[in-house]
């Protein structure tokens, strides 16, 4: 199993800026892809952005030009940038890894951390 713990949530201005990170109990360098979800109650889970272990990136529309996803796996460990927020951003976010098998995708989900953008 691969543990995942989210910090870097809060609360924020409209129009400010907050940078998430996502730890992973083991190295990030053997984990195909790692994400950040989000989740509003009442609302289905939402992926906002994605990086694979050769660096390519994946955005959600509402968040382009925005949000930065990066990782650093000298310390095992995701970051989102997010730049410009809105208080429709307010939500849950979540950490994901899927590790690829010969045989099929396991995925893993952290804890979450709230951010909370005012208007």
């Known amino acids: 199993q691969v543990q995942l713990v989210e910090s870097g949530g809060g609360l924020v201005q409209a129009g400010g800026s907050l940078r998430l990170s996502c730890a992973a109990s083991r190295s990030i360098a053997g984990i195909n892809t790692m994400g950040w979800y989000r989740q509003v109650p009442g609302k289905q889970r939402e992926l906002v952005a994605a990086?694979?272990?050769?660096?390519?990136?994946t955005y959600a529309d509402a968040v382009k030009g925005r949000f930065t996803i990066s990782r650093d796996n000298a310390k095992n460990t995701v970051y989102l940038q997010m730049d410009s927020l809105r208080s429709e951003d307010t939500s849950v976010y979540l950490c994901n890894a899927d590790v690829v098998f010969p045989i099929g995708t396991r995925s893993y989900w952290g804890q979450g951390t709230q951010v909370t953008v005012s208007s």
């Open positions: 990086i694979t272990n050769t660096g390519r990136t």
